[in-house]
């Protein structure tokens, strides 16, 4: 199955480092990030698990989830962890995903349908397309994907920053910038008429964008509202207006 922005997050049980799950039922209201490896022990993937494991309090404070994934079975993961922790200093503290038969690497489209129903005799190269990071909502629809080449390290960092924007946007009509971060300024969205917009957010500063073309709700030079998150926030919290 084709795996798109806003589709669902497909369901699965699984057998985990932590215990069996059913993956909806595990994600319970709140946010995950799904990431998956081609195989255990390889090292840029250890690398990447024990950092996660360090980032683990940030992703939780944001309410969110973490699980790992890789294309071997659960025995294996527990001897991978132990690496991990030795080489990483960091122990993993949240569950990896054992994908022995490849179930969960297809529900994902990470790997087609003919890539048999066994990891055993497969290579990481024969999985070199499980390297994937899916951030998923609370309504289990997938809201952002990235996918690396195995020779290159993942930047968890950015997937906190876009998390950090996932979770804004669905809460606000607003979108964030290039390079965005925490506090900084967002756009208020085109589909958010100018008046609706100096009610909800009076005092959001005003800067003239260069988008040429008809926009439904405002003028052929469509206007780039932006306004500061953290105000953004203040301001919804309490109902006060926003200082320009």
């Not at 404070?61 to 790992?68: A, D, L, V």
Request: charged share 25%; aromatic share 6%.
């Amino acid at each position: 199955m084709a795996l798109r922005i806003n589709s669902e997050a497909p369901n699965f049980t699984a057998d985990t480092t932590q215990g069996k799950i059913d993956f909806h039922d595990w994600i319970g209201g709140g946010w995950v990030i799904l990431f998956s490896h081609p195989k255990d022990f390889t090292p840029v993937c250890t690398t990447e698990l024990g950092y996660m494991a360090s980032l683990k309090p940030e992703f939780e404070r944001r309410n969110c989830k973490i699980i790992g994934l890789s294309v071997d079975p659960v025995t294996d993961h527990q001897r991978w962890s132990k690496d991990i922790e030795e080489t990483q200093g960091h122990a993993l503290t949240y569950p990896i995903i054992g994908d022995h038969d490849l179930k969960v690497a297809k529900a994902y489209d990470m790997l087609p349908e003919e890539a048999g129903t066994s990891s055993q005799g497969r290579t990481a190269a024969d999985n070199a397309t499980v390297r994937s990071v899916f951030v998923i909502g609370p309504d289990k629809k997938v809201k952002a994907m990235l996918t690396y080449p195995m020779s290159t390290g993942r930047n968890f960092d950015e997937v906190l920053r876009l998390l950090d924007s996932c979770q804004l946007t669905a809460k606000h009509k607003v979108a964030t910038p290039v390079n965005w971060k925490q506090g900084h300024d967002v756009i208020i969205v085109p589909a958010v008429s100018d008046e609706e917009a100096k009610k909800t957010y009076p005092g959001a500063g005003r800067r003239q964008s260069h988008i040429s073309g008809s926009c439904p709700n405002r003028s052929s030079v469509c206007p780039v509202v932006l306004l500061g998150a953290e105000r953004l926030e203040q301001h919804q919290a309490c109902g006060a207006p926003i200082p320009g």
